[in-house]
């Protein structure tokens, strides 16, 4: 029991730490205050007098539709004490409805910039991941949708792009930096991943492969047991994303995209295609 209450004391803690979430919390608390206050104060004054109020129960449910309507038109005070409190409630209950509708259209906004710019801390788990984008993007999207173990599956595309790049409700979006770096690692969930796809920088003609690799080693350090698999540019530079902890290279040209989707799909064939690729440009 004693744990249970620490853990909820603690959540309740880094909930108040949220400035928004306290905010909600003290103008709810700040609700309750004034309605119950007003509520006793409504009794004190029309009991014996008002035929509608003859308990605090009334007096709290008069409070109640006043403040959270425009009031009860069967339910009128008659005493000035009595209509100076219900007044006053009335008053401070708008002040308070217009500032909680405010920080609810805030959240939403901030929830749809955060969303739109790739800054919302992703809860994912054995998704796949794209890390880049380039033109083999939107086929390996799509190839691993058409799949029937991978349909409902979530992806993520972290990219150094301005907004989410393809209109799906199960891909989602976080902005990172070419090499990955910093809390990006954390809002795409990289070390809950089971499949990771390096995309190769085509912006970068001579550092294309090393930025790769270091893509690939951040990926790796991150999570030892993904199965990663990177884009190559220049065939002679396989050994290094090989080191860098790659599962399988793709250099394949314009089918590169096809065969990075179906080197994560596990494709038996794919497989061998790469390895038949592979021995022939070392031969």
């Given at each position: 029991?004693d744990?249970?209450l620490?853990m909820i004391?603690?959540l309740f803690?880094?909930?108040m730490?949220?400035?928004r979430?306290?905010?909600i919390v003290?103008l709810t608390?700040?609700?309750?205050?004034?309605?119950?206050?007003?509520?006793v104060?409504?009794?004190?004054?029309e009991v014996?007098?008002?035929?509608?109020i003859?308990s605090?129960?009334?007096?709290?449910y008069?409070?109640?539709?006043?403040m959270?309507t425009?009031?009860?038109?069967?339910?009128v005070?008659?005493?000035?004490?009595?209509?100076?409190v219900?007044?006053?409630?009335?008053i401070?209950?708008?002040l308070?409805?217009?500032?909680?509708?405010?920080?609810?259209a805030?959240?939403l906004?901030?929830?749809?910039?955060?969303?739109?710019?790739g800054?919302?801390?992703h809860?994912l788990?054995?998704?796949?991941?794209?890390?880049?984008?380039?033109?083999k993007g939107v086929?390996?999207i799509?190839?691993?949708r058409?799949?029937?173990?991978?349909h409902?599956?979530?992806?993520?595309?972290m990219?150094d792009?301005e907004q989410k790049?393809?209109?799906?409700?199960?891909v989602?979006f976080?902005?990172a930096?070419n090499?990955?770096?910093g809390d990006s690692?954390?809002r795409?969930?990289?070390d809950?991943a089971q499949?990771?796809i390096v995309?190769?920088?085509?912006?970068?003609r001579q550092h294309a492969?090393a930025?790769?690799?270091v893509?690939?080693?951040?990926?790796?350090?991150a999570?030892p047991k993904?199965q990663?698999i990177a884009e190559?540019l220049d065939p002679?530079?396989?050994?290094?994303?090989e080191?860098?902890g790659?599962?399988?290279?793709?250099?394949?040209g314009?089918v590169?995209?096809?065969?990075l989707?179906?080197a994560a799909l596990?494709?038996?064939e794919a497989?061998?295609?790469?390895?038949?690729?592979?021995?022939?440009k070392?031969t």
């Amino acid at each position: 029991m004693d744990a249970k209450l620490d853990m909820i004391v603690m959540l309740f803690k880094r909930l108040m730490s949220i400035t928004r979430i306290r905010f909600i919390v003290e103008l709810t608390v700040l609700f309750l205050v004034v309605w119950v206050g007003c509520a006793v104060l409504v009794y004190e004054y029309e009991v014996g007098v008002n035929n509608r109020i003859h308990s605090l129960a009334d007096a709290i449910y008069v409070l109640l539709v006043t403040m959270t309507t425009s009031g009860d038109a069967a339910v009128v005070p008659l005493t000035a004490g009595g209509r100076l409190v219900v007044s006053f409630a009335l008053i401070v209950s708008k002040l308070l409805t217009a500032l909680l509708c405010a920080v609810a259209a805030a959240i939403l906004i901030d929830h749809k910039l955060k969303m739109e710019m790739g800054l919302k801390m992703h809860k994912l788990e054995n998704h796949i991941i794209i890390m880049g984008w380039n033109l083999k993007g939107v086929q390996i999207i799509s190839t691993l949708r058409n799949d029937k173990k991978l349909h409902k599956t979530p992806m993520l595309v972290m990219a150094d792009i301005e907004q989410k790049p393809v209109d799906d409700g199960l891909v989602y979006f976080t902005r990172a930096s070419n090499p990955i770096r910093g809390d990006s690692l954390q809002r795409a969930c990289l070390d809950q991943a089971q499949v990771i796809i390096v995309l190769a920088n085509y912006a970068e003609r001579q550092h294309a492969d090393a930025l790769t690799a270091v893509n690939c080693l951040m990926a790796r350090k991150a999570n030892p047991k993904a199965q990663i698999i990177a884009e190559l540019l220049d065939p002679n530079q396989r050994v290094y994303l090989e080191a860098a902890g790659a599962n399988a290279v793709v250099s394949i040209g314009d089918v590169g995209g096809f065969l990075l989707a179906e080197a994560a799909l596990g494709s038996q064939e794919a497989q061998q295609l790469l390895h038949h690729v592979t021995h022939r440009k070392e031969t």
